[in-house]
């Protein structure tokens, strides 16, 4: 009996992106040709954005183009797997560490566990990712409302120090402070964890 | 209190830069890095930094956990949906380990080396071949002896170093950049907590009070009285 393969599909919310290279890796890894329209309707994703994403992977080098079967219809070749989590790649076929500030504090903030908004930019700051103090003083304070850090100080001389509420600790993708609606998304867990309209309707 | 600062340490500095040399070793040469020492001397600091660099998956073992705890944290950090059984899991951690080629980061390995689930740990490697750092207290390198298959498959040894007077030098300028310190005073200190960062954390935070109430925008060892430092051990009782 062969052995079941396994499969790796990431939890949470997904981007769709990540849903398309989800459903490359398993047509590739199955009997079918992994052309644009398998996988488009493998991962359920519009053939506009399947299409697009194909495009700028083979711009990065990751997917190259066996031949063209149709206008719209292209079959392909993974060169390079890198594993569950969809390449970040844009339309020159860059790689790109959009919110990479933001991820690196939430990294840091599981290791350390507890620090103030200026050591929280300079820990995250490494390798081409960069965040000021004040972005970071932003995310911390968006994730203190919601209940994932607790606040501590900022008084004169004394700056903010934020700590991790351990049981708060939902996975390792960041949760997300989205400011134009007040409100904080956990990919972790796929919902809006808090809102302020939320708490002004209770008021 | 930890020392969450990540200034130009020499124990930061020495992790990543492991790590980089790992993750760049010609095929055929193991990948595994141990990086041990005492507790507060910033290995987590160290980790940290090197966290970030590398994107590495980091996890903090527990004494409690078994194997398939292990394993479950592993998957969690990677954000991949665990499968049911244990062999498939670790089907799962060495293909994400060397399909991404991330490291993986483990922290207080001294919980499972004692224990079966060290032999896990050997699994995981063997399939992935990817770069694996355990990071652990003192008595870590004696520990992995024992186990003969994980123990040859060590790249590196990083020993977590004592903190030196530029260390301490560093780490006071970024802490409190409006108080400055005089060396003698930084050597004194360095010498009466035997080089543990945790503990320089806390005595320049007294410091930095006390300067504060008294008014000083700099201080050295006459000015602050070497017996007032805090070593941990408890107050001896006056007759």
Redesign the interface.
């Known amino acids: 009996m062969p052995r079941i393969r396994a499969d790796l599909v990431m939890v949470g919310g997904k981007s769709p992106r990540q849903y398309i290279w989800e459903a490359i890796r398993a047509v590739n890894a199955g009997p079918k040709a992994l052309t644009t329209y398998t996988v488009a309707r493998k991962s359920n994703q519009d053939d506009q954005a399947v299409r697009a994403y194909f495009r700028d992977m083979e711009k990065a080098g990751i997917v190259s183009k066996v031949r063209n079967i149709d206008r719209r219809d292209s079959e392909w070749t993974l060169l390079k797997d890198e594993g569950v989590e969809a390449p970040r790649v844009n339309h020159h076929g860059k790689r790109t560490t959009h919110a990479g500030g933001v991820e690196n504090i939430w990294r840091a903030l599981r290791i350390l566990g507890e620090f103030t908004a200026a050591e929280a930019a300079a820990t995250a700051s490494v390798n081409g990712v960069s965040i000021s103090e004040f972005g970071a003083q932003v995310y911390l304070s968006g994730l203190a409302k919601a209940g994932y850090v607790t606040r501590r100080g900022g008084t004169a001389g004394f700056k903010t120090r934020f700590r991790l509420v351990p049981s708060r600790y939902t996975g390792p993708k960041h949760p997300i402070y989205q400011r134009d609606f007040d409100q904080v998304y956990d990919p972790n867990l796929d919902q809006v964890v808090w809102r302020k309209a939320d708490q002004e309707v209770t008021q | 209190m930890?020392v969450?600062?990540?200034?130009p340490l020499t124990n930061v500095g020495l992790l990543s830069a492991a790590i980089a040399r790992t993750n760049s070793r010609p095929q055929g040469l193991p990948g595994v890095v141990v990086m041990y020492g005492a507790s507060g001397l910033g290995k987590?600091?160290g980790?940290?930094?090197a966290?970030?660099?590398?994107r590495a998956?980091?996890v903090?073992c527990r004494d409690t956990w078994s194997k398939k705890a292990f394993l479950h944290a592993i998957l969690?950090?990677?954000?991949?949906?665990p499968?049911s059984t244990m062999s498939?899991m670790v089907?799962?951690v060495a293909?994400?380990l060397s399909?991404?080629?991330r490291p993986l980061l483990i922290?207080d390995v001294q919980y499972l080396l004692e224990k079966a689930v060290a032999n896990v740990l050997t699994d995981i490697y063997n399939a992935s071949e990817g770069t694996i750092v355990l990071i652990g207290e003192e008595r870590v390198p004696s520990s992995l002896a024992k186990l003969e298959r994980l123990h040859n498959r060590v790249l590196e040894w990083v020993p977590a170093q004592r903190a030196t007077l530029d260390d301490l030098r560093a780490l006071a300028e970024s802490s409190y950049p409006e108080l400055h310190f005089a060396d003698d005073l930084l050597e004194d200190l360095r010498k009466k907590v035997d080089g543990c960062l945790r503990r320089v954390a806390v005595n320049l935070y007294k410091v930095y009070s006390e300067a504060?109430a008294r008014c000083l925008d700099s201080i050295d060892l006459a000015g602050w009285g070497s017996d007032s430092w805090f070593t941990g051990e408890a107050p001896s009782r006056r007759a």
């Not at chain 2, 966290?51 to 590398?54: D, L, P, S, V």
């Not at chain 2, 969690?76 to 949906?81: L, T, V």
Request: zero cysteines; glycine letters at 2%.
């Open positions: 930890s969450p600062k990540i200034v987590s600091v980790a940290a930094f966290a970030n660099q590398h998956y980091y903090e969690r950090e990677m954000s991949i949906q499968a498939v089907d799962q293909e994400q399909k991404s080629g922290d504060r």
